[in-house]
């Protein structure tokens, strides 16, 4: 059968594709794309920061499945299942899908890719009970992570941030110190900081200058989790590092992740349960023949901009 499939083909063009979509494998189900998010990976590679994928673009959708191949036994048709590209139909491997108990009401709100990145970073962060965190960014991703940290048995979680908008929010999800960076009182109060320093300082603004702070911030023997994607290279102080005995961790969503824990999976369990809340979090949809302007205005990041989604036919 026929589906169509959006493609980055080149700095600021897109082009939605016809594909071909065969029937499953004996071994795979099928699915239609309800919704798939605009991550900052695709926007990377519009802007030509990234190699653009050679394939459709897109790793966060979610799907409901209409054909099951002849042997799979734990995936029904009509089941809601995580999908990936941006693509209207995709076949998936049974054997791996991550499957929701029902179909959610708000598919654009339940993409489950970036709360499994969050999943798998907290794994990585070994939380003590008592220790005293602090977030750097409280974007879209940052705030998933504050999300799951808010739940976690933490004598302090600060948030610091440069919108008062995403730090609100921070504040429903749990921190308990809400710092705006971009203020001279909270430059005064992360310099502060520096004399109690905390267990575990999780960067996810992306930036130079939170790298910088970020190893300042933490304590001696502490954990730095360098949870963005930096697109570009960094200068760091690695004294700071060497002398402090930091535990450096690179917190990457994918790569080195324990795939027995099953991220994606408790992704979905922990969205269908409430911890993870994505509805104040998605700001911009767009319908799927509107891919160019998603991915300009996701480009731009105007204020109020926090998360895009991609609304398949």
């Not at 082009?15 to 900052?40: F, H, K, W, Y």
């Not at 590679?45 to 099951?68: D, S």
Request: charge should be neutral; proline fraction near 6%; include cysteine.
């Amino acid at each position: 059968m026929k589906a169509q499939a959006i493609f980055i083909t080149g700095r600021g063009r897109t082009e939605i594709r016809d594909i071909e979509a065969p029937d499953p494998r004996a071994d795979e189900v099928q699915a239609r794309t309800l919704a798939n998010g605009i991550c900052m990976g695709e926007v990377s590679a519009f802007r030509g920061t990234e190699a653009a994928p050679l394939g459709p673009a897109g790793h966060e959708g979610i799907g409901v499945v209409t054909k099951v191949g002849r042997d799979v036994k734990r995936v029904r048709e009509g089941d809601c299942v995580a999908t990936f590209q941006w693509s209207t139909v995709v076949n998936l491997s049974a054997s791996s899908v991550s499957v929701f108990s029902k179909p959610p009401a708000d598919p654009a709100a339940f993409i489950a890719e970036p709360a499994s990145c969050a999943v798998t970073a907290w794994y990585s962060y070994g939380i003590i009970p008592g220790d005293r965190v602090l977030v750097l960014g409280a974007g879209y991703m940052g705030l998933l992570n504050i999300q799951l940290l808010g739940q976690s048995p933490l004598s302090a979680l600060a948030a610091a941030d440069v919108r008062a908008d995403n730090l609100t929010l921070a504040g429903e999800y749990g921190a308990t110190e809400l710092i705006n960076s971009a203020t001279p009182q909270g430059k005064a109060r992360l310099d502060e900081l520096k004399q109690k320093p905390f267990d575990l300082v999780v960067e996810c603004a992306g930036a130079a200058e939170t790298v910088k702070r970020a190893g300042e911030l933490t304590r001696a023997g502490g954990r730095l989790a360098i949870f963005a994607w930096h697109h570009e290279p960094r200068t760091v102080d690695m004294g700071i590092w060497h002398m402090r005995g930091l535990r450096v961790l690179n917190s990457a969503p994918m790569i080195g992740a324990d795939w027995a824990i099953h991220p994606f999976q408790r992704a979905i369990d922990l969205l269908e349960r409430g911890v993870f809340d994505q509805r104040k979090l998605i700001t911009h949809r767009h319908p799927f023949g509107d891919a160019q302007k998603a991915l300009e205005e996701a480009s731009v990041r105007a204020p109020g901009y926090r998360k895009g989604v991609l609304l398949f036919p």
